[in-house]
C-alpha cells in the first residue's frame, strides 16, 4: 500500500510539471525562457540539499555529464516553449509517446530484438501520436507546439538514455541540473525575458516541488519495481495530465484527445508487459 501510495504521488508530480508549466506560461504570468531557467535554478538547489543532507558529492566531471546536461536543456528549452501553444494534457500525452516509443527504438538497436507483441505495441502508440497531431476539426495540435514538444521528448529520452548506467541517478541528476544551467543562460537569456511573482512561484514549485522532489522520490521506490513495473506505472502521467488539465484549466478533452491517449497508453502498456528477446548477447 505504501508503494502504491508513494508511486501515485510520484506520477501526480510528473503529471503536475505540464499543469504548472501551461499555467504559468499560457497565463502570461511569465516567459518561456524565463520558466524554464527558474525551474532549473530551484531544482537544482533542491536536488543539491538532499545529496548535501545525505551526504556525498556531486560528480560534476563524469564522462557523458556533458551530454546528459545538453539533452536536459534540450527537454527543459523544448517543454517551456511548446506550452506557449499546447493544452497540458496534449503536450504530456505527446512527450509520454515520444520519450517510450524513442526508448523502446532505442533498445531494438542495441541488440535487445522485439516480440511481435512489442512491435504491435508500438505501432499503436505511435497510431495514437499521430492521432494526436493530425490536423481535425476539433482543432489539433498547434505544428511548431507539438514539433518543440517532440524535441523535449527527444531530449528527455536521450537524457534518461545517458543516464540509464549511473550508480547514483539522484547525484547524476543534480549535477545534471547544475551544468544544464548555464547553458540555459547562453541560449535564453535576452530582453525578453519576463517575470511576475505568481510567475515565478509557479516556476518554483515547478523545479523545486515536482522536478526535484520528485525526481528523488521517483529514484527512491524505482528499485523496488521491475524494469516493465516501472514502465506501465507511467503511463498514468498523460491520463492524470489530461484530467486535470480540465478540470484546473478548463482544457476541452475532444474525441480525438481520448482516442490519441487511448492508443499511446494501451499500446505502450501492450508492448512493455511482453519480455525482449536477447539478439546475440554474449
Not at 3 to 28: H, P, Q, V, Y
Not at 149 to 156: K, P, Q, S, Y
Not at 177 to 192: E, R, Y
Not at 198 to 222: E, F, H, N, P
Amino acid at each position: 500500500m505504501r508503494l502504491a501510495l508513494l508511486t501515485f504521488l510520484t506520477m501526480t508530480a510528473f503529471a503536475a510539471n505540464s499543469i504548472l508549466t501551461r499555467l504559468a506560461i499560457e497565463g502570461g504570468h511569465i516567459d518561456p525562457s524565463g520558466f524554464a531557467l527558474v525551474r532549473v535554478l530551484s531544482g537544482a538547489v533542491v536536488l543539491a540539499m538532499l545529496i548535501s543532507v545525505r551526504g556525498g558529492g556531486l560528480p560534476l566531471l563524469r564522462r557523458n555529464r556533458l551530454g546528459g546536461a545538453f539533452s536536459l536543456a534540450v527537454y527543459m528549452i523544448g517543454f517551456s516553449l511548446a506550452y506557449l501553444t499546447l493544452d497540458a494534457g496534449l503536450g504530456a500525452l505527446i512527450l509520454f509517446g515520444v520519450v517510450q516509443i524513442t526508448m523502446f527504438v532505442h533498445g531494438a538497436m542495441r541488440g535487445a530484438a522485439p516480440r511481435r507483441q512489442q512491435v504491435t505495441g508500438a505501432v499503436i502508440a505511435f497510431a495514437g501520436l499521430l492521432v494526436a497531431l493530425w490536423p481535425g476539426p476539433e482543432g489539433s495540435a498547434d505544428p511548431v507546439g507539438a514539433a518543440l514538444m517532440i524535441a523535449a521528448g527527444l531530449g528527455w529520452a536521450a537524457y534518461t538514455i545517458i543516464g540509464r548506467g549511473s550508480v547514483d541517478p539522484l547525484a547524476a541528476t543534480a549535477a545534471n541540473f547544475l551544468l544544464c544551467l548555464p547553458i540555459l543562460l547562453i541560449l535564453l537569456v535576452g530582453p525578453a525575458l519576463e517575470f511576475s511573482v505568481t510567475g515565478i512561484a509557479l516556476a518554483l514549485l515547478c523545479g523545486g516541488l515536482t522536478s526535484g522532489l520528485g525526481y528523488a522520490l521517483w529514484y527512491s521506490i524505482l528499485p523496488k519495481m521491475s524494469g516493465p513495473t516501472a514502465a506501465v506505472v507511467q503511463l498514468g502521467v498523460p491520463v492524470i495530465a489530461i484530467v486535470a488539465g480540465a478540470v484546473l484549466l478548463g482544457e476541452d478533452i475532444g474525441l480525438s484527445v481520448l482516442v490519441a491517449a487511448s492508443l499511446v497508453v494501451g499500446g505502450i502498456g501492450w508492448a512493455v508487459s511482453a519480455r525482449s528477446t536477447p539478439a546475440g548477447h554474449s
